[in-house]
């Protein structure tokens, strides 16, 4: 079920395969894993993941997806293109991402 707001962001997403400590199973377009941004070690925040050019990636994969992240209201004005982020499930990072554009210009620097 997606969220019920628009996406925030446009980013590039990098799976870890299984061997670097990522999922052994797929995802599927609307998962939403844990976000953790550089420069902002305070926030963690949940990220719904719209994949848009697939339904499904596999460990190791590489995919555009369009982001909403739950508490935008508390990043405003605190992201910039070519961010990174990663993203987790607990406390496993399995993959990592950076924003390659704005859907809510509110949130850019």
Sequence with gaps: MPFPKSPDFIAKLQYKTTEEGGRTTKVFSNYRPHIEFDGIPDLLTS?????????????????????TVLSSDLMKGKLHIGQRFKFCEGSRVIGTGEIASFLNVALEV
């Excluded at 990220?47 to 982001?67: M, S």
């Design 47 to 67: 990220g719904q993941q719209v994949f848009l050019d697939k339904e499904e990636v596999n460990p190791g994969d590489r995919v555009k997806a369009e982001i």
